[in-house]
């Protein structure tokens, strides 16, 4: 969803830092050749993920929905030396596609792919990450709120993805709509936690940084 004009989205991202050539190769073939190709972070919020890193220098992240492994390169361009970013993800028919843009990067050797259900491969997880990104299947976004951020230090940030959902949390919501019912429930719950500072940003289709404080 776009909260800006065409014209002042096109100087923003004219005037932000340009996406890496490995990355835009990774963005064009996931346009080409893969479903639902919208749900890569593309060249601005793949920016905002590599300065928010950049800012931590984490040493441990997690990455819940690898996709195609955009976020996950952009994630890894902060990590300090000998880092590691560790990335969950169900789909195995992208596990190939994925490591084939690892291997070209300079992070091959700090990326752990994980393949399977996220909910069953968090609790088995070390629990002092310095960055965790949710980008996975909404309908339990609620049910990682409560496991992920168990797995953050303290001080460590927490960013959720999709978190306008086109807009469609300010409307009228179906019973039926379960994937926007669970992005309204999980917005709330993260707001009124007492150890987590949030913000959202109107980023894509919203992206919230919260800062664990207790």
Known sequence: MNYFNEGL???IINHSQ???????DLNRETNLKVLQPRMISGAHQGRLLSMISKIIS????????????YSTLCLSEGLVEGGEIHTVDINEELYDFQRKYFKKSSFNDNI???????????????KDYDLI????????????????????KIGG???????LWDGKVLNKISEKDTSTIAIVEYN??????????????PIRDGLTISRKVI
Do not use: C, W
């Not at 984490?58 to 492994?69: D, M, N, Q």
């Not at 752990?112 to 070390?126: F, K, R, S, V, Y």
């Not at 709330?188 to 940003?201: A, E, F, G, T, Y």
């Open 188 to 201: 709330k719950l993260l707001s009124q936690r007492k150890d987590m500072n949030s913000v959202i940003l």
């Open 9 to 11: 989205e096109d100087y």
């Open 18 to 24: 340009q996406e890496p050539k490995l990355l835009k």
């Open 157 to 163: 940030v927490l960013l959720s993805d999709n978190v």
């Open 58 to 69: 984490p040493k441990k992240i997690l990455e819940i929905g690898t996709f195609t492994g």
């Open 133 to 152: 990104f949710l980008d996975a299947d909404k309908n339990n976004y609620p049910k990682y709120l409560d496991i992920l951020i168990s797995r953050l």
């Open 112 to 126: 752990i792919q994980h393949l399977g259900n996220a909910l069953e491969i968090i609790p088995t997880m070390d």
